[in-house]
Each structure stands twice: as structure tokens, then as C-alpha cells.
């Protein structure tokens, strides 16, 4: 059975900080991954999806990355800013079906 | 991306009623319809995946019989809670189901609060 688990939790950050959100999954057999922005009480965003055979792809200040072999994937943010704030979701596709993270929850400090 | 709507965005009901929620896609069609629920600090746990002109799948601990799914053509998907009660309080996300390798969309989610 997949598990996806996000680490950190939560995380506070000063304004114009870089920062590294983390995905690990248990089984590699995936097709692809992806994340995701929620802000509360909303729904979810795409932001990035990388397929199993790509190892990263970026999107403005965003760059994921995917090591399917060892079961993790990384969301890079640089120079954040207070309007990231929200949780992030990573979620892996295997199966058919859509496996998610719990999430961590960002917040950036003005 | 896949444009999803879902109807209504919230509701207050009361224990023992039911509520219909409606997952619309609204620029290609869905054969395939994702529900999620997500409760209060935690992620989205896949309930059911329902079938275009045939019967929903559902996880495992997920009562069919209190959830029930019809997918009546290529754009409307619904779930109705049926018998409603506080701990089926919660978020309910719907996605149209998407090729393999295609990017996962969602509808903007329906607050169930039951009273």
C-alpha cells in the first residue's frame, strides 16, 4: 500500500528566505507526481507534475524534483514571499489513483 | 487545465438529513470522477471513484450505502450523504479522472457541516 509523507509538518519563514518542502513515498511504482498549493478552506492548485521518468521541472520561482529509485521528491521556493503562504500537498499517482501527503503548511513572515 | 465546479460550495445541515453535492466538468468530459474528503489538518483520503453509466468504486471503510455516487453522463458527477451526522462534517473535493500522464484537476471543494 502507498504512504506519502511530507516533512516538515509546518514551517515558518522569513520573507526573501529559499526553503525545501520534502515527499517521500513508500512504493517507487508510481507514474507520476505531483504538487499541489491549498489555501485554507479552498481547493487545491496544481503547480508542478513530473512524470516518473523526469528527475525535475520548474515553474517561476518553483523547481520539483523526483528521485523515483530512493522514493522522494523535493518542492524548492526561492525567494518566498508572504502570498506562498499556504499548505503544500504532494500526491503520487500509481494505480490510477491520486495518493496524498499530508502536507506541510507554509508560512512566510513579512 | 480542466475547469471543475462543485455545488454548493458549503452547507449546514441537520444530523439525520442528507445532502447532495454536484462535481461538474465543465470543458471536456469525465469518465471518471475522483471524490476526496479532508478533514480539519489532515490531507485528502480518496473515497470513491465513480464510472460514467456504471457503479462508483469505493475505498475500503468507505459505506456505499451512506455515500452514494452516480455519475449520470460525461460532465455531472454526485455524491449524496445520506443520514447525515457530525463526523461526516468535513471538505469534499472532487477531481475529473485524467489520462495517466496528465495533470490531476479539482473542483473547489463543498464544507459539510452537520449539526
Known amino acids: 500500500k502507498q504512504e506519502v509523507t511530507q516533512i516538515p509538518a509546518a514551517l515558518s519563514v522569513p520573507e526573501g528566505e529559499n526553503l525545501v518542502l520534502n515527499c517521500s513515498f513508500t512504493?517507487?511504482?508510481?507514474?507520476?507526481l505531483q504538487w499541489f498549493r491549498q489555501d485554507p478552506g479552498k481547493g487545491l492548485t496544481s503547480l508542478l507534475l513530473i512524470q516518473s521518468s523526469q528527475r525535475e521541472q520548474t515553474s517561476g520561482r518553483l523547481n520539483a524534483s523526483l528521485d523515483k529509485s530512493s522514493g522522494r521528491s523535493t518542492l524548492y521556493i526561492a525567494a518566498s514571499q508572504p502570498g506562498d503562504s499556504a499548505t503544500y500537498l504532494c500526491a503520487v499517482r500509481g494505480g490510477g489513483k491520486l495518493i496524498f501527503g499530508q502536507g506541510t503548511e507554509l508560512s512566510v513572515k513579512p | 487545465g480542466a475547469v471543475v465546479s462543485q455545488h454548493p460550495s458549503w452547507v449546514i445541515c441537520k444530523s439525520g438529513t442528507s445532502v447532495k453535492i454536484e462535481c461538474r466538468s465543465l470543458d471536456f468530459q469525465a469518465t471518471t470522477m475522483f471524490w476526496y474528503r479532508q478533514f480539519p489538518k489532515q490531507s485528502l483520503m480518496l473515497m470513491a471513484t465513480s464510472n460514467e453509466g456504471s457503479k462508483a468504486t469505493y475505498e475500503q471503510g468507505v459505506e456505499k450505502d451512506k455515500f452514494l455516487i452516480n455519475h449520470a453522463s460525461l460532465t455531472l458527477s454526485t455524491l449524496t450523504v445520506t443520514s447525515a451526522h457530525p463526523e461526516d462534517s468535513s471538505f469534499y473535493i472532487c477531481?475529473?479522472?485524467?489520462?495517466?500522464?496528465?495533470?490531476?484537476?479539482f473542483g473547489p471543494g463543498t464544507r459539510l457541516t452537520v449539526l
Open positions: 512504493d517507487s511504482a508510481i507514474y507520476n
Open positions: 477531481g475529473p479522472g485524467a489520462g495517466v500522464p496528465d495533470t490531476q484537476y
